[in-house]
């Protein structure tokens, strides 16, 4: 049997969850060597064509169409799915637009601000659509794990993953929750 | 065959986010359009509204995880400046020492994390391996030494802003800690491994500029302005300074303290990408095409302040086929110049007598003016944040111009350069869209913070028909 296949991805989100993988520093080189990081921000890898995984992790809460589509296929793809930091988990900062209409936030970006000099706003076919409202992943699909913080230490991720490599879902210890 | 096809390379990866690139191809197959769309957006200019000033550099910096301590900064001088306050030497002091942390980090991430797959493995290598996991099996020292580099930056945060991302350290009025003389003492003890590791990465990159001249030199080579901030000296500054705007051949188009930067640079909106398009407004649009990060500021400032990074300023310059240098590959050498700059002045600051001074912060009774704006030389290039607030302090408007936003313009210049220069007859290999993805990974775009708006990166290669029918797809994907 070979090594398992993981995939991280980044949804709305703004990469801190996977710079705080990387603070594992040397740590990091036993886990990438213990794993087969398939697609991955980090990596190559073009399409989100999962292959079959053992863990799924994103990093991100879902705030656009692709996000969701993305989302989906890799719950379809993975046994474990890990929702890493507060965005996944609970929809973290990017919800404080849930209370302006996306069409106000796009408008106001776009026409109004001081430096605004004109143009069309972005409606163009290769841009995904914007979701009424940023959710935390698990109002999208199923989520076996959590690891909330923003980001979460690196030990509290590596504790998360190596429990989930060995076949156990286990709640973050009291010693690495934290608020900020 | 008389067809025009379409191309699509998503998502862009080793860079930090999401984007796309589509090139649209003649009935002969050669380039008629490319573009790099940026294709997420979430709205801080406009959810920050109604928020206490002290909020934003802790809300702010959450738009990039990479880059947060630039956001942190910006953000609190731009409160400085509505409060109407001069901070304290070692405030100051402090802050910088902070961002030269993030430097290190950032650059090493870039250097070593993202980038040296394409040096150290090649263009061509096997895309499964072609990333920072290859380099850890090839390369384990080089990987190994690219990991502490950075974590050495990581740390002089941590120290200072008790983690490693997202600190809460910078606050209106200057830092919320002083730093401990025992903290002190230990990070000036990491000085000589990270300057070591650094050096291995300056040697790299040079044996490979030597073994790859012609397409170090030419690839996405293009005329542009550049802006970036420069001191008193005319020296490279990173944490404060004017901005300094020069033309194509390096004649000076004017200088500028942050407030009045709406009289240089204006943003236009482009229905294809969620980032706008800032652009020179004395050039207009889209003709006022600039450059900003690594290569844009050193090709603006006269100097730099540091004996071992001025050197290698010098060997630069007369390395380069010109100056202002244009190829997008030089940004990887400037990246490194500035990386030893960082670790210098590191080093200056945490050897200033005042940096363990307790006079870290003032206060300040309500807000002196409506508005304010704070600029830093992100890692990436400048970035500008301006606020305006009511009588309370409280948020009215926001206005964010960040690095990668400034190089829009830049990057899809150089994605048509790379795109013309490869694409031939419809002739497409996978090592061609990796260049045209590596033309991108030169301006090293943090998709994080150019989406603060809205937005992500995405790559595949659709081909369209002249009737936009899709007749075929090249993908890198896994078995």
Same mark, same amino acid.
Request: contains cysteine.
């Given at each position: 049997?070979?090594?398992?296949?993981?995939?991280?991805?980044?949804?709305?989100?703004?990469?801190?969850?996977?710079?705080?993988?990387?603070?594992?520093?040397?740590?990091?080189?036993?886990?990438?060597?213990?794993?087969?990081?398939?697609?991955?921000p980090i990596t190559d890898f073009k399409d989100y064509e999962f292959p079959e995984l053992e863990v799924g992790i994103v990093e991100?809460?879902?705030?656009?169409?692709?996000?969701?589509?993305?989302?989906?296929?890799?719950?379809?793809?993975?046994?474990?799915?890990?929702?890493?930091?507060?965005?996944?988990?609970?929809?973290?900062?990017?919800?404080?637009?849930?209370?302006?209409?996306?069409?106000?936030?796009?408008?106001?970006?776009?026409?109004?601000?001081?430096?605004?000099?004109? %143009?069309? =706003? $972005? @409606?163009?076919?290769?841009?995904?659509?914007? #979701?009424?409202? &940023? /959710?935390?992943?698990?109002?999208?699909?199923?989520?076996?794990?959590?690891?909330? %913080?923003? =980001? $979460? @230490?690196?030990?509290?991720?590596?504790?998360? #993953?190596?429990? &989930? /490599?060995?076949?156990?879902?286990?709640?973050?210890?009291?010693?690495?929750?934290?608020?900020? | 065959?008389?067809?025009?096809?379409?191309?699509?390379?998503?998502?862009?990866?080793?860079?930090?986010?999401?984007?796309?690139?589509?090139?649209?191809?003649?009935?002969?197959?050669?380039?008629?359009?490319?573009?790099?769309?940026?294709?997420?957006?979430?709205?801080?200019?406009?959810?920050?509204?109604?928020?206490?000033?002290?909020?934003?550099?802790?809300?702010?910096?959450?738009?990039?995880?990479?880059?947060?301590?630039?956001?942190?900064?910006?953000?609190?001088?731009?409160?400085?400046?509505?409060?109407?306050?001069?901070?304290?030497?070692?405030?100051?002091?402090?802050?910088?020492?902070?961002?030269?942390?993030?430097?290190?980090?950032?650059?090493?991430?870039?250097?070593?994390?993202?980038?040296?797959?394409?040096?150290?493995?090649?263009?061509?290598?096997?895309?499964?391996?072609?990333?920072?996991?290859?380099?850890?099996?090839?390369?384990?020292?080089?990987a190994l030494m690219g990991i502490r580099l950075r974590k050495f930056g990581q740390e002089i945060i941590q120290a200072l802003g008790?983690?490693?991302?997202?600190?809460?350290?910078?606050?209106?009025?200057?830092?919320?800690?002083?730093?401990?003389?025992?903290?002190?003492?230990?990070?000036?003890?990491?000085?000589?491994?990270?300057?070591?590791?650094?050096?291995?990465?300056?040697?790299?990159?040079?044996?490979?500029?030597?073994?790859?001249?012609?397409?170090?030199?030419?690839?996405?080579?293009?005329?542009?302005?550049?802006?970036?901030?420069?001191?008193?000296?005319?020296?490279?500054?990173?944490?404060?300074?004017?901005?300094?705007?020069?033309?194509?051949?390096?004649?000076?188009?004017?200088?500028?303290?942050?407030?009045?930067?709406?009289?240089?640079?204006?943003?236009?909106?482009?229905?294809?990408?969620?980032?706008?398009?800032?652009?020179?407004?004395?050039?207009?649009?889209?003709?006022?095409?600039?450059?900003?990060?690594?290569?844009?500021?050193?090709?603006?400032?006269?100097?730099?302040?540091?004996?071992?990074?001025?050197?290698?300023?010098?060997?630069?310059?007369?390395?380069?086929?010109?100056?202002?240098?244009?190829?997008?590959?030089?940004?990887?050498?400037?990246?490194?110049?500035?990386?030893?700059?960082?670790?210098?002045?590191?080093?200056?600051?945490?050897?200033?007598?005042?940096?363990?001074?307790?006079?870290?912060?003032?206060?300040?009774?309500?807000?002196?003016?409506?508005?304010?704006?704070?600029?830093?030389?992100?890692?990436?290039?400048?970035?500008?944040?301006?606020?305006?607030?009511?009588?309370?302090?409280?948020?009215?408007?926001?206005?964010?111009i960040v690095a990668t936003g400034h190089n829009n313009l830049a990057m899809n210049e150089a994605v048509k350069a790379v795109a013309?220069?490869?694409?031939?007859?419809?002739?497409?290999?996978?090592?061609?869209?990796?260049?045209?993805?590596?033309?991108?990974?030169?301006?090293?775009?943090?998709?994080?913070?150019?989406?603060?708006?809205?937005?992500?990166?995405?790559?595949?290669?659709?081909?369209?028909?002249?009737?936009?029918?899709?007749?075929?797809?090249?993908?890198?994907?896994?078995?």
């Amino acid at each position: 049997m070979g090594k398992p296949k993981v995939a991280t991805v980044w949804l709305e989100g703004c990469a801190g969850c996977h710079m705080s993988f990387l603070d594992l520093d040397e740590a990091l080189v036993d886990i990438l060597d213990a794993i087969d990081l398939t697609i991955s921000p980090i990596t190559d890898f073009k399409d989100y064509e999962f292959p079959e995984l053992e863990v799924g992790i994103v990093e991100g809460g879902v705030g656009n169409h692709e996000q969701k589509e993305i989302a989906v296929k890799l719950r379809k793809r993975c046994k474990v799915l890990m929702a890493w930091g507060d965005c996944a988990v609970f929809g973290g900062i990017n919800t404080m637009r849930n209370w302006i209409p996306k069409e106000e936030i796009l408008s106001y970006a776009y026409l109004s601000t001081p430096s605004s000099c004109g %143009g069309s =706003p $972005p @409606s163009d076919s290769e841009l995904p659509e914007l #979701l009424e409202k &940023v /959710l935390p992943l698990n109002q999208v699909v199923r989520v076996d794990a959590y690891v909330p %913080g923003c =980001p $979460p @230490s690196p030990e509290a991720i590596a504790h998360a #993953l190596k429990a &989930v /490599l060995a076949g156990r879902i286990e709640s973050i210890p009291v010693a690495l929750l934290h608020f900020d | 065959m008389a067809i025009s096809r379409k191309i699509t390379i998503e998502p862009i990866t080793r860079i930090e986010g999401h984007g796309k690139v589509t090139i649209h191809l003649d009935e002969e197959g050669n380039v008629a359009q490319a573009r790099f769309h940026v294709t997420q957006f979430r709205g801080y200019e406009r959810f920050c509204h109604g928020r206490p000033l002290e909020e934003m550099p802790v809300i702010t910096q959450r738009i990039c995880g990479i880059c947060p301590v630039s956001h942190h900064l910006a953000s609190a001088k731009a409160c400085d400046a509505i409060m109407g306050v001069e901070i304290p030497r070692t405030a100051s002091l402090l802050r910088e020492l902070l961002h030269m942390g993030q430097y290190i980090q950032s650059h090493a991430l870039h250097f070593f994390h993202l980038a040296s797959p394409d040096l150290l493995l090649g263009w061509d290598s096997d895309p499964p391996t072609r990333n920072i996991v290859g380099v850890v099996r090839q390369f384990p020292q080089v990987a190994l030494m690219g990991i502490r580099l950075r974590k050495f930056g990581q740390e002089i945060i941590q120290a200072l802003g008790g983690k490693k991302i997202h600190p809460a350290f910078a606050v209106p009025g200057g830092v919320s800690e002083r730093l401990s003389i025992q903290n002190r003492d230990r990070l000036l003890k990491g000085f000589h491994e990270a300057t070591e590791a650094w050096a291995t990465a300056m040697g790299f990159l040079k044996k490979w500029w030597h073994e790859n001249l012609t397409e170090a030199n030419s690839f996405a080579s293009f005329s542009s302005g550049y802006a970036g901030l420069v001191d008193e000296m005319g020296n490279l500054a990173l944490y404060d300074g004017k901005i300094k705007f020069c033309g194509p051949k390096g004649e000076a188009l004017g200088e500028c303290h942050g407030e009045a930067y709406l009289d240089f640079i204006g943003e236009m909106v482009e229905p294809w990408s969620y980032l706008k398009f800032p652009f020179l407004k004395a050039l207009g649009y889209p003709g006022g095409i600039y450059r900003v990060g690594p290569l844009a500021r050193l090709n603006v400032c006269q100097g730099v302040s540091t004996p071992k990074a001025q050197e290698e300023l010098e060997e630069l310059r007369s390395s380069a086929p010109r100056w202002p240098a244009e190829g997008s590959l030089l940004y990887h050498w400037c990246r490194l110049v500035e990386l030893i700059y960082a670790l210098e002045r590191a080093k200056e600051l945490l050897e200033d007598e005042e940096i363990c001074s307790k006079e870290t912060r003032i206060t300040y009774s309500k807000p002196a003016k409506e508005e304010g704006v704070g600029v830093v030389e992100a890692p990436r290039g400048t970035l500008i944040h301006h606020y305006r607030v009511d009588e309370h302090g409280v948020i009215k408007d926001v206005n964010l111009i960040v690095a990668t936003g400034h190089n829009n313009l830049a990057m899809n210049e150089a994605v048509k350069a790379v795109a013309k220069a490869y694409i031939h007859r419809g002739q497409i290999t996978e090592g061609i869209l990796n260049r045209i993805e590596g033309a991108i990974r030169c301006y090293d775009p943090c998709l994080s913070c150019s989406t603060h708006a809205v937005g992500q990166m995405p790559l595949i290669v659709t081909v369209y028909d002249s009737g936009g029918e899709k007749i075929g797809e090249i993908t890198r994907s896994i078995e």
